[in-house]
C-alpha cells in the first residue's frame, strides 16, 4: 500500500490495474497532460504513485459523468497542482455522490488486480461486510461498488479492528440520514412551501428549478467542509489532552 509520503512504487502496468484501465489508456491520458510524468528510476522505468492513482480515479469519475477530454482538462486546471492523493481522493468522492448507485460484475482476479494484492477469503468477507461488494451465484463473480472499492481495501490495511471499521461505518450512516432528514425538513418547510404558494410567478419558478438544481452539490461540499473541520477539533482535543 502506497502513501504520499512514501516513493512512487507502481509501474504503469501496476497503475493501469489498480485503476482498472489499460496502459494505453494511462498513455493515452498522459500525452493529453492529464497525468503528470512518472518519476524516473532505475532503468529508465517509469514509477508512479498515489497521487497518480487518484488523479486518474478522479479523471474516470469525470467521464463517468459524460464529460469530455477537454472539459476535463478544464477543469484539472483548475485544481492546485500540489494536491496530494488524499486531496484528489477527497475531491473525486465529491464527484462520485452526483452520479446514481450502480453495482458491476467483476471476478476475483479483476478484484485481485484493483487491489494491487491477491485478497484472502477474510478480506473478501470484510469487504462484503462493509458492503463493498457483494457474491453473486458465481463462486468466481462479485457485485462491486465501484465508487467505495479503492476505500474497502484502503480498510484493509488500516490496523483497526474490523468491529471498529463496521462501528464506525454504523455511526456516519446514522449521523448522515439525520442531517439528510433534518435538511429535508427545512427545505420542504422554508423553501418549498412558499415555492407552492407562489407557483404562478414565472420568475420564482425558474428561480426554484435553479436552486434546486444546486441544492444538493451545495450541501454535502458544505457537509464534507464541516465534517472535516469539526473531525480535526475533535482529533486535536482527543489526543492533545492527554
Known sequence: MTTDT??????VDELAARAGVTVRTVRFYSTRG????????????????????????????????????????RYLEQLPPDL?????????????????????????????????????????????????????????TF???????????????????????????????????SAAHALTNLFKDEVWGPYRERESDPEHVKAMKSLSAHMQPMVVQALVTAFQRSLKQELRAAFTAE
Open 6 to 11: 512514501e516513493e512512487p512504487t507502481l509501474t
Open 34 to 73: 492529464l497525468l503528470p510524468p512518472p518519476v524516473i528510476g532505475p532503468r529508465r522505468v517509469g514509477r508512479y504513485g498515489p497521487a497518480h492513482l487518484s488523479r486518474l480515479a478522479l479523471i474516470e469519475e469525470l467521464q463517468h459523468h459524460g464529460m469530455t477530454l477537454a472539459a476535463i482538462e
Open 84 to 140: 496530494s492523493a488524499h486531496d484528489l481522493a477527497i475531491h473525486r468522492a465529491l464527484v462520485a455522490t452526483w452520479a446514481p448507485d450502480s453495482a458491476e460484475d467483476a471476478t476475483r482476479a479483476e478484484l485481485d488486480r484493483r487491489a494491487g494484492r491477491p485478497l484472502s477469503e477474510e478480506d473478501i468477507d470484510r469487504l462484503t461486510a462493509m458492503n463493498v461488494l457483494e457474491r453473486a451465484d458465481s463462486p468466481d
Open 143 to 177: 457485485r462491486v461498488d465501484p465508487g467505495l472499492l479503492a476505500l474497502g481495501v484502503q480498510l484493509l490495511g488500516v490496523p483497526i479492528a474490523h468491529e471498529t471499521i463496521l462501528a464506525a461505518r454504523t455511526i456516519l450512516l446514522e449521523h448522515t440520514r
